[in-house]
């Protein structure tokens, strides 16, 4: 049996326009799929927010530039506040007020010399060494302070052995008139105390160069403080100015005494006053006061 030969070629002729249709589509697949060669590449879309606008349509997006990070807010240093000098007030003059005149403590002036040191004697002098000590008895003021002079001369004799050697009289010239441990301040035949002639003598008695003397000048007292030798003198009070009183005594004998008689040692001097040991203390008196109540007493000392 001979085979048609029509049948082939009508395949032939149907299966080209298909390899041709195959051909474009793979050629199209691989342009647009393929390996990348001519594929432009679809930029992945990173998600960005989505701001959504209110009052906008909710379908209405903005995609928002990719996220850059705001600037982390360097906080501009706040100015710390720094108190502005109160422009320190250039001192307005104030009105200062005159100084009223507050009297200023000023040193006590000493008087002017009233008699004023001659016959070439320093203008002051001070005699150290001479100790007080008080008295043991409420009229033993002329025991004590001789006991105290003899001491300075290196004459060792007692308070009390000086008062109980002393003779007993109403005459304050001849002895010891009145207790030792009477009332201060009255004068003969009550109790009193002893003038200066009683006193040197017992000192003579006890080995000291001791003179007793009325009418004795402010002159001669600095001459013996400028010698060295400290003076016992016959005052009233702590040298207060006092008056002379005339006193007779039994023996008819008259003498001058004073009301608060007491005995003190003059150690110094200057142009204006005297310095004292009386008893346990010392102080300096004027020229006025020491001569007032030097004279009521007649002058009275005893020297070395």
Same mark, same amino acid.
């Given at each position: 049996?001979?085979?048609?030969?029509? +049948?082939?070629?009508? %395949?032939?002729?149907? &299966?080209?326009?298909?390899?041709?249709?195959?051909?474009?589509?793979?050629?199209?697949?691989?342009?647009?799929?393929?390996?990348?060669?001519?594929?432009?590449?679809?930029?992945?879309?990173?998600?960005?927010?989505?701001?959504?606008?209110?009052?906008?349509?909710?379908?209405?997006?903005?995609?928002?530039?990719?996220?850059?990070?705001?600037?982390?807010?360097?906080?501009?240093?706040?100015?710390? %506040?720094?108190?502005?000098?109160?422009?320190?007030?250039?001192?307005?003059?104030?009105?200062?007020?005159?100084?009223?005149?507050?009297?200023?403590?000023?040193?006590?002036?000493?008087?002017?010399?009233?008699?004023?040191?001659?016959?070439?004697?320093?203008?002051?002098?001070?005699?150290?060494?001479?100790?007080? !000590?008080?008295?043991? !008895?409420?009229? &033993?003021?002329?025991?004590?302070?001789?006991?105290?002079?003899?001491?300075?001369?290196?004459?060792?004799? /007692?308070?009390?052995?000086?008062?109980?050697?002393?003779?007993?009289?109403?005459?304050?010239?001849?002895?010891?008139?009145?207790?030792?441990?009477?009332?201060?301040?009255?004068?003969?035949?009550?109790?009193?105390?002893? $003038?200066?002639?009683?006193?040197?003598?017992?000192?003579?008695?006890?080995?000291?160069?001791?003179?007793? /003397? +009325?009418?004795? &000048?402010?002159?001669?007292?600095?001459?013996?403080?400028?010698?060295?030798?400290?003076?016992?003198?016959?005052?009233?009070?702590?040298?207060?100015?006092?008056?002379?009183?005339?006193?007779?005594? /039994?023996?008819?004998?008259?003498?001058?005494?004073?009301?608060?008689? !007491?005995?003190?040692?003059?150690?110094?001097?200057?142009?204006?006053?005297?310095?004292?040991?009386?008893?346990?203390? &010392?102080?300096?008196?004027?020229?006025?006061?020491?001569?007032?109540? %030097?004279?009521?007493?007649? +002058?009275?000392?005893?020297? $070395?």
């Amino acid at each position: 049996m001979t085979t048609s030969p029509v +049948k082939p070629n009508r %395949f032939i002729y149907l &299966s080209i326009p298909l390899v041709i249709l195959l051909a474009a589509g793979a050629f199209f697949t691989i342009r647009t799929q393929g390996f990348g060669y001519f594929v432009t590449p679809t930029p992945t879309i990173t998600p960005t927010s989505t701001i959504m606008l209110v009052g906008a349509d909710s379908n209405a997006t903005q995609t928002a530039t990719p996220f850059q990070p705001l600037p982390t807010d360097t906080p501009t240093p706040t100015a710390t %506040f720094t108190p502005t000098p109160t422009e320190t007030p250039t001192p307005t003059a104030t009105n200062t007020p005159l100084p009223t005149n507050t009297p200023q403590p000023q040193p006590t002036a000493k008087p002017l010399p009233t008699n004023a040191p001659v016959d070439g004697l320093p203008s002051s002098f001070q005699i150290t060494g001479v100790v007080g !000590h008080a008295q043991s !008895h409420m009229l &033993s003021c002329e025991a004590r302070a001789a006991a105290d002079w003899a001491a300075f001369y290196g004459v060792s004799v /007692s308070e009390n052995t000086i008062q109980s050697a002393l003779p007993v009289s109403d005459n304050p010239d001849v002895g010891f008139v009145g207790n030792v441990n009477g009332t201060w301040g009255q004068i003969p035949p009550n109790d009193y105390g002893v $003038h200066a002639g009683p006193i040197a003598s017992v000192l003579i008695n006890y080995g000291a160069s001791a003179t007793a /003397s +009325k009418g004795v &000048s402010l002159s001669e007292i600095r001459r013996q403080i400028a010698s060295g030798n400290p003076v016992i003198v016959w005052v009233v009070g702590a040298v207060w100015g006092g008056s002379p009183v005339s006193y007779t005594a /039994s023996d008819g004998s008259t003498t001058t005494v004073a009301y608060y008689e !007491h005995v003190v040692i003059v150690t110094g001097y200057d142009e204006t006053g005297f310095t004292f040991v009386d008893g346990n203390s &010392s102080y300096w008196r004027s020229n006025a006061s020491f001569a007032s109540s %030097f004279g009521a007493l007649n +002058k009275m000392a005893i020297t $070395h």
